[in-house]
């Protein structure tokens, strides 16, 4: 009777162990986690030089980290108003902030000076805008939010220019193709629709899924745009002809963001099941899962030279991973 208990106590901490404990990878690929939040963090991005991280959270402050050190540069703090979002020009010299009732706010990175305040509208009234995305230029803003319209602003007077009208339900994220002219847009109405950015009108839309669509990416060579979804899959698209052309299986709860390296080799998603997956784009494999997170993840990017992924949680923290091209950087 000793001996069988002793057996079935091995056997359930054995178990416990197996269901517990961390990939010894997980520890090899954490570079830091980054605390400061006091809420959940919305959306995270990397300057276009790649030397500083901003975050934003919905605990009403803008933190911009420097990316050698991983320390703490400095706050922007804003009475009462949590950041439902972020965008970072593509010059590296301003900050967009996105609030509720409509409100954007334009803030400089050096100073952190409130240089302009938008207020945006549809035809519904006040739009809480949940996704903001500079053109390559620099020179436009399309903002997208509770409504279904895709709003875009002249980036250096910050006046409307026009709106893009196709979905039904609430738009969750855009792209802008390298060149300018198209941009992508996902929604909860299970579409993913291509506009012409110039002529304002609808290219072509991609019904591939049945459920919220909450992130999409344009691949570097605007050849394929990548979406993640609700039903935990990523999916790989054809820009040119709509078509279908890879399933990406890994994640066990819904997609909540991606990010493509600037090279187009790698994807990152980040997920509701609170961990972030590094997958090769061309083959569709996956390379990597980091754990860590306590939280869903809601935002992650990865820097201009790869070297490193960043995940932002519910959970309030930020963690830096090894990227894809970290080896190399180390040369290992």
């Avoid at 990316?67 to 010059?91: V, W, Y």
């Avoid at 344009?218 to 999916?235: A, E, L, Q, Y």
Wanted: aromatic share 8%; with cysteine.
């Amino acid at each position: 009777m000793k001996n069988s208990y002793s057996i079935f106590l091995l056997v359930v901490i054995f178990s416990y162990c197996s269901n517990t404990s961390t990939n010894p990878s997980d520890q090899d690929d954490i570079i830091r986690t980054l605390y400061g939040h006091q809420s959940g963090i919305s959306r995270i991005a990397f300057t276009p030089n790649g030397n500083i991280l901003v975050s934003g959270s919905y605990d009403n402050i803008i933190k911009l980290w420097n990316t050698k050190t991983l320390e703490l540069l400095k706050n922007i703090e804003l009475n009462q108003k949590p950041i439902n979002s972020l965008a970072i020009s593509r010059d590296g010299s301003k900050i967009i902030s996105s609030h509720n009732n409509g409100v954007l706010k334009i803030w400089d990175i050096n100073s952190g000076e409130l240089i302009d305040t938008i207020i945006t509208r549809n035809k519904y009234g006040w739009v809480s805008n949940h996704y903001l995305e500079f053109n390559p230029l620099g020179n436009k803003l399309a903002s997208v939010g509770d409504g279904d319209d895709i709003n875009l602003f002249d980036a250096n007077s910050w006046t409307f220019i026009k709106t893009f009208r196709g979905h039904t339900f609430s738009i969750y994220s855009i792209a802008f193709t390298n060149n300018g002219d198209k941009i992508a847009s996902c929604s909860q109405d299970g579409t993913i629709k291509l506009w012409d950015v110039n002529a304002g009108t609808l290219i072509r839309s991609m019904d591939g899924y049945s459920r919220d669509i909450y992130s999409v990416k344009i691949t570097p060579d605007d050849s394929n745009i990548v979406s993640g979804c609700r039903d935990s899959t990523i999916k790989l698209w054809d820009l040119n002809t709509g078509n279908l052309i890879n399933t990406l299986i890994g994640h066990h709860a819904s997609v909540n963001s991606v990010a493509i390296s600037k090279d187009g080799k790698s994807i990152v998603s980040g997920s509701s099941d609170r961990t972030v997956k590094l997958w090769d784009l061309k083959t569709g494999k996956l390379i990597k899962t980091y754990n860590g997170h306590t939280g869903s993840i809601v935002s992650v990017d990865i820097s201009p030279d790869g070297n490193y992924i960043a995940s932002a949680s519910r959970d309030s923290t930020i963690k830096i991973w090894k990227g894809p091209n970290y080896s190399s950087l180390k040369g290992n």
